[in-house]
């Protein structure tokens, strides 16, 4: 459990650098910006706060959705992205609440954590130099990337099945969908971690995601206190 004296901090407490909205109806369907707003919370947890929040939630992203994307590009593939999504299915819903409560409790975090570190393996061929480039353009250290990637992308993951659950998708759809991102995933990076797009490989093409300044609609964040970890030395 966390500390009783730690304030309650809340996503809005670490806004985005920047906002954006999506042209491509691929990407409306898979992530809005509400999910993003949580995102934040595994980011705090992780051991990057502060500004670096934001920064470093829009730079986990698109590696994740990159390895997922790579996984399911074939209908096999697809079918185990699904399958892996189905273990994950409590940590969010089909209108793409995050459940982030397992934040409070230090055993259900690790627990997640862990299943996080195995998707990981299942998603890139290179975890050690993903979260080793992720945490030096962070300013911070592989092992935490390391950390905010594992508790991230079962959220993702989570989010992703349950879409598709709710829009009836079968694996050919879902192949359909993911094929679809790979042109995406650069033009979410943000401004100044752009050099993380190498690690994007053939998905590293022009995005048509634009920057503007429309308003934010946050969706139902469920959250509780949460102490960030200490960063490890760099």
Partial sequence: PTDPDTPTR???????????????????????LSPLLGFLMIVVAAGFGGSAAGRAAMAALPLILNGIANKGR???????????????????????????????????????????????????SNVDEVTG????????????????????????????????KAANMNASGVSGLLGGLGSHLTGLLPAGLT????????????????????????GKVTTTPVTPATPAPR
């Fill in 195 to 218: 050099g993380l797009g190498a690690l994007l490989g053939g998905n590293a093409a022009a995005s048509t995601v634009s920057t503007s300044t429309v308003p934010v609609t946050t």
């Fill in 10 to 32: 809340t996503p809005a407490e670490f806004p985005l650098p920047f906002q954006v909205t999506f042209s491509d109806t691929a990407l409306q369907g898979v992530l809005t």
């Fill in 74 to 124: 074939t209908e096999a593939g697809a079918h185990d992205v699904m399958s892996l999504a189905q273990g994950f299915s409590g940590l969010t819903d089909a209108s793409g609440n995050l459940n982030l409560n397992f934040l409070n409790d230090n055993a259900e975090t690790t627990r997640i954590e862990g299943q996080g570190r195995g998707l990981l393996g299942n998603l890139f």
């Fill in 133 to 164: 480039r992720l945490g030096s353009a962070l300013g911070g250290s592989g092992s935490n990337a390391g950390r905010l990637l594992s508790l991230m992308a079962p959220l993702v993951l989570s989010l992703l099945g349950n879409r598709a």
